[in-house]
Structure formats: C-alpha cells, structure tokens
C-alpha cells in the first residue's frame, strides 16, 4: 500500500497517531507499506511504526532529497529517483493501493496525480482518503463543486473511498484483498 502524508507532523496529535497506527496496522497485516522515503513528518512516523512491528517498507525519494539527510537510514529498501515525478511514478508501479493521510500541498499533488491517472483509467487500483479527524472536509467539499458543476462525474465511491479512519481503511483494504485476484502482490 502506498501511504501518501506530510513532511510535517501538523498540529492535531491525532494525524501522528493515525499514522502511526497505520503503520503498525499494515506491519501486523503482512502489508508492505510503500512511502516518500524520508525520516520527517507522517511520513517518518509510519516508516517507524511499520519497522517497529517487522513489516516491510520500501522508500523512495529524489536524490536532492536523500542528499539534504532526509532519507529514512533504516528502511528495508530504499529507491533513489532522479525527480519528484519519477518518486510518484515509482510509488505507483510499486503499489495496489494508496492510503491519503493528512498532508500538505505535497500529499495534495500526489494524489491528485494517482487520482487523475485512475480517471483516465491508467490503472484500477484502489484509492482511500483517510479523513482524519476531519482533515479531508474541505477537499471533500472541492470534490463536490468540481462533480456539481460537471467538470467530473461522480469520483465517490467511482474513483477514491473516504474513510473516517485507519481501522475503517484496514478493514476496506481486507475487503479489497479478498477480492483481488492479485492477493499476494498485496502481502
């Protein structure tokens, strides 16, 4: 699963205990979490909270951002790429799923990339927005302007799944691996 999140830890303590909770979840579950590779934010801890529970974690970060010291030193593979969108383009073929947590406009573009491309129908692989603690409303409310005034048809639940929270995402993504032919790519 590909977690996309912030580089910073935000201001409400229930984004780093989601995130932490995430990556303890799909460490427990046999999941391998895909990620941005570095050591900050969110991001860094699900990475930690992933190898805290012995679950495999894959990075993958440009080399500018690798060379600033902000490449995560204990993950089980980590991926250098030469740009931003060679990191996003990497992050997907490496994944089945992507799970949004909250973020900023970094965690905005990545997924509204991986959302444009299941649009276009570049793949069929499953997309969760995890509206913690209400993070995602306003970009709720964005999504439903855009459908409301025909600039998109319907995106939920066509294209992405809101879910309220990670036990509501770990349960969503069982749902999902049991109904994928390609179950072991998921573990």
């Known amino acids: 699963v590909c977690v996309y999140c912030g580089s910073a830890i935000g201001t409400d303590q229930r984004y780093r205990a989601a995130a932490a909770d995430l990556g303890r979840n799909l460490a427990a579950a046999g999941i ?85 491309w299941r649009q276009l129908a570049l793949h069929d692989k499953p997309i969760f927005l995890v509206d913690v603690a209400g993070y995602w409303q306003p970009l709720r409310t964005l999504l439903d302007h855009i459908v409301a005034h025909n600039f998109a048809a319907d995106l939920v639940p066509r294209l992405l799944e809101i879910v309220p929270d990670v036990p509501t995402l770990m349960a969503a993504l069982r749902r999902t691996i049991a109904a994928s032919d390609t179950r072991s790519d998921l573990l």
């Open 32 to 116: 391998a979490m895909v990620f941005g590779g570095g050591h900050i934010g969110l991001m860094g801890v699900a990475a930690d909270a992933a190898l805290a529970g012995g679950g495999r974690v894959i990075g993958v970060i440009p080399a500018a951002l690798r060379d600033r010291e902000l490449a995560h030193g204990r993950v089980g593979e980590l991926v250098v790429v030469d740009t931003m969108h060679d990191r996003k383009r990497v992050m997907a073929e490496r994944s089945d799923a992507f799970a949004v947590l909250p973020g900023g406009i970094g965690t905005l573009d990545e997924f509204f990339e991986i959302l444009t």
